[in-house]
Each structure stands twice: as C-alpha cells, then as structure tokens.
Nanobody
C-alpha cells in the first residue's frame, strides 16, 4: 500500500519559516520525481517545486528564492523549507510522487497570519 504522509504545517507569522516533510512508503522512492503543490481556498492546486530522482530541484516563480526542496532517499522523505513566508503562501500543501504511477498525500495546512 502506497502512502505519502505530509507533516510540518501550522500557523506562522509573516516573515517566518516552516519545514514541511513528506514521508513515502510502499514505493521505490529513489526512482520517483517528488513534487510539492499547494491549494489556497477558492483556487486551483498549483505546483510549487519539483525535485528529480537525481536530486535536481526546480521552482515556480512563487517559490524561487524563498523555498528549498530537498530529498533524503535513505529516509524516503522529501522536504520543503519555506522561508520569508507571506500571507499569500497560506494553503494546503501536498506532495506528489510520480514515475510509472502518480501518488498524492493528504496535505498539510500552512497558515501565514499575524
């Protein structure tokens, strides 16, 4: 059974930081491209960052310069370090694994507010 479990979300003040984690099980993690998406209330889910199986990161404009995606294959885990958070970063953050199949986690809420 494949599971992706996100953690690390919460309430943070503007300018603060959070580190999200996504722990995978039931897949050969090292082969998978790992992605972080987010969905704000009333908006479509959008891609935030991707990391290849080889560890190469790519970012959308909303994440560049503030977010860092990384992976630790030995722990079957992908991370998203988020710095200088803004209220517009408020969303549910999801991880997705894709290779031969595509799998999603259940999401973790990030709220940026004073």
């Amino acid at each position: 059974q494949v599971q992706l479990v996100e953690s690390g979300g919460g309430l943070v003040q503007p300018g603060g930081s959070l580190r999200l984690s996504c722990a995978a099980s039931g897949i050969n993690f090292s082969f998978y491209v790992m992605n972080w998406y987010r969905q704000a209330p009333g908006k479509q889910r959008e891609l935030v960052a991707t990391i290849s199986s080889g560890g190469t990161p790519t970012y959308t404009d909303s994440a560049k310069g503030r977010f860092t995606i990384s992976r630790e294959n030995a722990k079957n885990t992908v991370y998203l370090q988020m710095n200088t958070l803004k209220p517009e970063d408020t969303a549910v953050y999801y991880c997705k694994a894709n290779w031969r199949n595509e799998y999603w986690g259940q999401g973790t809420q990030v709220t940026v507010s004073s």
